[in-house]
C-alpha cells in the first residue's frame, strides 16, 4: 500500500478527517458506544423515555461527523492549504467551547478529551502551515 504524497499541513488534516469519519462510524452504528466513550454514563434505567431523543441526536451528529471526515480527507488529498489555516481558527473556537462546557459542568470531565484533540490538532495544523510557509 502507498500512502498519498501529503504536504505536512495535509497530514494533519488528513488525521484528522480520518478520526472524524471513523468516530462518525461509530455513532451511527453503536451511539452509546460514542457516548460512553466520551464519559457520558446512562442514567441507570432499563429503556429510554419514548421522548428521549439522546440516540437521535448522537446519531445526527455522528452523520456530521462522518461527513465532515470525507470532506477533510479530500481536502488533504487537494493540499488545500487555504481549508487548512480556515480550520485552525475554528477548531481553536471548538476548543474553547468545549472546555468551557467541562468547566461549567454542563458536561463530564471525559470530554475534555475532545477538547483537547480539536486543540492539538489546530496548533498542529498551524505549525505545518508555518514550516510550510518558510520553506516557500
Same mark, same amino acid.
Given at each position: ?12 488534516? *488528513?488525521?484528522?478527517?480520518?478520526? *472524524? ?19 457520558? #454514563? ?9 421522548? /428521549?431523543?439522546?440516540?437521535? @441526536?448522537?446519531?445526527?451528529? #455522528?452523520?456530521?461527523? @462522518? ?16 481549508? @487548512? #489555516?480556515?480550520?485552525? *481558527?475554528?477548531?481553536?473556537?471548538? @476548543? ?5 462546557? =467541562?468547566?461549567? /459542568?454542563? *458536561? ?5 478529551? =475532545? ?6 490538532? #489546530? ?14
Amino acid at each position: 500500500m502507498t500512502l498519498p504524497r501529503l504536504s505536512p499541513a495535509g497530514w494533519t488534516i *488528513a488525521v484528522f478527517g480520518l478520526a *472524524a469519519l471513523l468516530l462518525g462510524a461509530v455513532g451511527l452504528i453503536s451511539p452509546g458506544t460514542l457516548l460512553a466513550s466520551m464519559g457520558f #454514563a446512562p442514567d441507570g434505567a432499563a429503556a429510554r423515555a419514548a421522548d /428521549d431523543y439522546t440516540l437521535v @441526536f448522537v446519531r445526527t451528529s #455522528a452523520m456530521a461527523s @462522518f461527513n465532515m471526515g470525507v470532506y477533510y480527507l479530500l481536502a488533504a488529498a487537494k493540499d488545500w492549504t487555504a481549508f @487548512f #489555516a480556515f480550520t485552525v *481558527a475554528f477548531r481553536l473556537l471548538t @476548543f474553547s467551547v468545549f472546555t468551557a462546557l =467541562v468547566l461549567t /459542568d454542563t *458536561a463530564p470531565a471525559g470530554f475534555f478529551a =475532545v477538547a483537547a484533540w480539536e486543540g492539538a490538532g #489546530a496548533l498542529a495544523t498551524f505549525l505545518a502551515l508555518r514550516v510550510q510557509r518558510r520553506e516557500q
